[in-house]
């Protein structure tokens, strides 16, 4: 499963901060942290939900400060994902927690595209970028960083919403998601995670999202399956996130194979890498090794990957392309 091609379409890049790099950073820009080792990090990152998780990942960004430092993040990212087969990565990232702490969003933007750069010339990688606005800030916020993004909008392929969810539905964000439709960029939402079906039905019809993030909770309403299925909407799902931020108890209660049977077009992908113990490559794995998925069902999951991705028809048919023949290649072996 880990050469299978495949894409990754749900990866936040201020999630990839492993905690060697985090230590390097500080001391690079003499920024404290409140942590004294490598493991003292990993130690830390015990999570019952979703906030115990988004408090340390806000305080890990801090160290993020010049155009070198994304470019380094993203550097690190793109040479492990290439490294477990993704051939096309979408990745999220959240200016406002940048924003905010005085960093302009011309160094984000700048230090995330020579990642990119180097990521297309190193591992013959594609990328899009996904700008996310933070939904426990108000919509107001959301539109002055999507009024910042404007000049770059050549660059950007979409918007998305993350960060804490109840209390915090899509509707709240339907102003600045009618701008970015407008303006024409693709929208996708975290939408299920911890909240309910009823903020993913605003999701689909509200933000008139592409694609959605999560979207376990849907499983709790059969006419929102059959809507999904029908729809061939996309869901970025993530397990080893999942069970870090226990959504689920065990892999083995993961929902995933009831997504498959359902007809749902659900993809894996690994969300925050360096805080829930695995890239994109160890979430196929551990699924397997759950007893979650057969190979073949690693095969579609890689297929539908590829199906749910922004990339245009052209590019998309060379995709499947090289994942048709790595499958016959393989299958050919043994
Ligand atoms: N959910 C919400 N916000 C996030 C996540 C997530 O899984 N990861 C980073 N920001
Ligand atoms: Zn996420």
């Not at 985090?22 to 490598?38: E, G, Q, T, W």
């Amino acid at each position: 499963m880990t050469a299978l091609p495949k894409a990754e379409l749900h990866l936040h890049i201020e999630g990839s901060l492993e905690p060697e790099l985090m230590f390097a950073l500080a001391r690079r820009n003499r920024v404290s942290i409140p942590f004294k080792s490598v493991e003292d990090v990993r130690n830390a990152y015990q999570f019952t939900k979703l906030q115990d998780f988004l408090d340390i990942y806000y305080a890990g960004a801090d160290v993020l400060r010049t155009a070198e430092d994304f470019r380094d993040l993203a550097v690190a990212y793109f040479n492990r994902a290439a490294a477990d087969g993704v051939t096309h990565a979408e990745i999220f990232f959240d200016p406002q927690t940048h924003t905010l702490r005085g960093v302009p969003f011309d160094v984000v933007m700048q230090g995330l595209l020579a990642g990119v750069e180097e990521a297309r010339r190193r591992h013959g990688m594609s990328v899009l970028l996904i700008l996310c606005f933070l939904r426990h800030l108000d919509e107001e916020s959301a539109f002055s960083t999507f009024r910042s993004s404007e000049k770059w909008f050549d660059q950007i392929c979409g918007v998305g919403l993350d960060s804490s969810e109840v209390g915090h539905p899509p509707s709240k964000f339907a102003k600045v998601f009618a701008a970015a439709a407008a303006a024409g960029l693709k929208r996708v939402a975290h939408a299920g995670e911890e909240g309910p079906p009823a903020y993913v039905y605003e999701a689909l019809d509200i933000l008139q999202v592409d694609r959605l993030d999560h979207g376990n909770r849907s499983l709790e309403d059969p006419f929102l399956i059959s809507r999904l299925a029908r729809e061939a909407m996309t869901l970025t799902v993530c397990p080893l996130s999942n069970l870090k931020l226990r959504v689920v108890e065990d892999l083995r209660d993961h929902p995933i194979d009831v997504m498959l049977q359902k007809g749902l077009r659900a993809t894996l992908n690994s969300d925050d890498p360096a805080y829930f113990g695995g890239y994109v490559a160890d979430n196929y794995r551990a699924l397997a090794a759950a007893g979650k998925i057969s190979h073949a069902e690693g095969i579609t999951l890689a297929r539908n990957s590829f199906l749910g991705s922004f990339l245009t028809d052209e590019a998309l048919t060379r995709q499947l392309e090289n994942l048709d023949a790595f499958v016959l290649r393989h299958a050919a072996q043994q």
